[in-house]
């Protein structure tokens, strides 16, 4: 008994593809784009795509072409089809540069891309696409009402971006590699300068640093600490009032610290 849902979806699909086959080999291109239409209006994309792709070389010569072909790009789209969509709108704006509907698509395509961005552990390519497009779209149709979207869609994407680099940059820490995680929380800093994490990152640079002069050979010890006390100093200057405040200045005085008793070490070691 549990095999008849099987088999009635299975008959149920058959028949449908017979039927969208029938369509096909109708030699009515008008007739067939009718029931194109009917399906698109139906949200049944997946046949409206089959049919506008087999109706187009005989409407590329005629008025119908643009809709069809704007239509066709928004199957794919609707499928989540959107590497596929992404390159149909980008066909559509080079086909017809004077269409009504070119900000329209031009937005899309963009907007295919950021449909695209994967969770921020993976390769940002489409992330960084997407941003691009975006504020192309925006220098090139400043009056838009769709601007204040993009422009969202610009600063969910940079904070994807941020979000990789942190993880990035506590994995070096996390790992022991505190010199390298140092320098990725530092470029982290300086690529997003306005985050509301920039005193947690800063703290992480002196962190990151303090533990790398406490595990330094003793020579090294003392320029290493040094650099955690210029890196106390300068989160003070730019974080008078954050919250971590008194934890960095904690780092400072370890720091110092170790410089003395490091300076006292020196002193009793006979030359």
Known sequence: MRFIPVLIAVIFLSSCSKGITKILKNPDPEYKL??????????????AQAIYEDVMPYYKTRAEFEDIYYKYAYCAWYQADYMNAENLFK??????PNSSKSEEVDYMRAYSFFKQSPKPELDQTNTIKAMGMMQTFINTHPGSAKNKEASDIIDICRTKL????????QLYYDMGQFRAAGVAYAA??????????????????????????????????????????DECHDFTDRFPESKLRKE???????????????????VKTPA
């Open 162 to 169: 941020e979000i990789k680099d942190f993880k990035s940059a």
């Open 34 to 47: 009718r029931i194109a239409e009917q399906y698109f209006v139906k949200k049944k994309y997946n046949k």
């Open 248 to 266: 960095a200045e904690s780092y400072l005085n370890l720091s110092q610290t170790q410089i003395k008793n490091l300076s006292n070490e020196q």
């Open 188 to 229: 982290l800093l300086n690529s997003y300068p306005e985050s509301m994490k920039g005193d947690e990152y800063k703290l992480m640079i002196i962190k990151a640093y303090y533990r790398y002069a406490e595990l330094s050979i003793e020579e090294k010890k003392p320029e290493r600490f040094e650099h955690v006390i």
């Open 91 to 96: 066909s559509f704006l080079e086909i017809f």
